[in-house]
């Protein structure tokens, strides 16, 4: 019964169709029912919560499999038809496959060439991983700018961006969450410099990150110490030192990793011989220094808190970058202010140090017009 109700409903349907003269509406009406099945088709993503690659993998295969059943018995069966038409009229003596087999050959060459000459990125694909002609700077320009307007329109003067940490460790959660530039030091450099320079029209002060380098990492700094000793080389210091040679950087964050061959005690964020040695004195870097955020465990499950302001003030860090998301501490300002006033009075700090830091940050503020 059910049966004869549906075939009823669609010669209803087909007549419907047939009575209409106009091709305006025949038009309209066939482009809301692809519409509508387009509609419906991308509304199963309301029934998934997260991405099911196997379900998207079935999805594809089932558009492939939709798109060529089309290219075959709308394109190529009635080129085909058309062809021996010709044939038996007497107008055309080819194969009837060969023109059809023209046009197909003449669409994949079309398309590989399109492939060749597009920069574009496959589903799922890491940028590093994207294929076609490398991009010019414009596109890190355009970003950039968008990026450092809507900052700027919302009374943010900082942005802890570019980072500049090489992507030559696959295991790195920087590589993992496609946060590096490129694993080539040369053109992280000139999409560093671009987007500071255009973060800088803006009146934002852009941060270069994780000084000396975190791209040879195989840790995460927010959940245990990581020893880089034996993956680090100076190769991951060139994007600094070529921004720091060209004037280009006004902030540099450091990064919690330990490497012996710089300092055998601290990690960068706590080292003297990283931070005041390597960065300022050999690297000539006359710029405000900010701490990644001490609360990560790599510096929080070794050190008390005001050992860990002793350490940064000493080493040479301008500005503690205090998430408190990580672990939330609602005294944490009060605890920070009272350890730096603790340690003055026990002169395991000295007054000069706050004052260059602060004259550092004022030079900074002054450079976006905050003075």
Known sequence: MKFFQLENILNS????????????????????FTWILTACGAALVFFFKSTNRKFLDMALGFTAGVMIAASFWSLIAPAISAVEIQNELGQS??????????????????????????????????????????TDLKKTEFESNNIAKSLNQCGINVNFSPVLDLDICKDNII??????????????????QTSIKCHLDHDIIAVGKHFPGQGSSQGDTHQDWVDVSDTW??????????????NNISAIMTSHLYNKHLDKKYPATLSKKIINDLLRREMNFKGVVISDDPQMEAISSRYKLERIIELMICAGVDIFCFGNNLVYDPDIVKKIHHSVLHLLKNKKIDVSMLEKSNERIMKLKSKIGLL
């Open 13 to 32: 349907i087909l007549e419907f169709f047939e009575q209409q003269d106009s091709p305006i509406l025949m038009a309209l009406y066939a482009g809301l």
């Open 233 to 246: 080389s100076d190769l991951e210091l060139r994007p600094y030192n070529k921004l720091i040679q060209a």
């Open 175 to 192: 590589s993992q969450k496609d946060r590096a530039i490129s694993s080539d030091s040369k053109v992280v450099f000139e999409h560093a």
């Open 93 to 134: 003596s080819m194969p009837s496959f060969l023109p059809p087999a023209i046009g197909f050959f003449m669409g994949a060459i079309f398309m590989f060439a399109l492939d060749k000459a597009i920069p574009h990125l496959h589903i799922f694909g890491k940028l590093k991983d994207a294929e076609g002609p490398k």
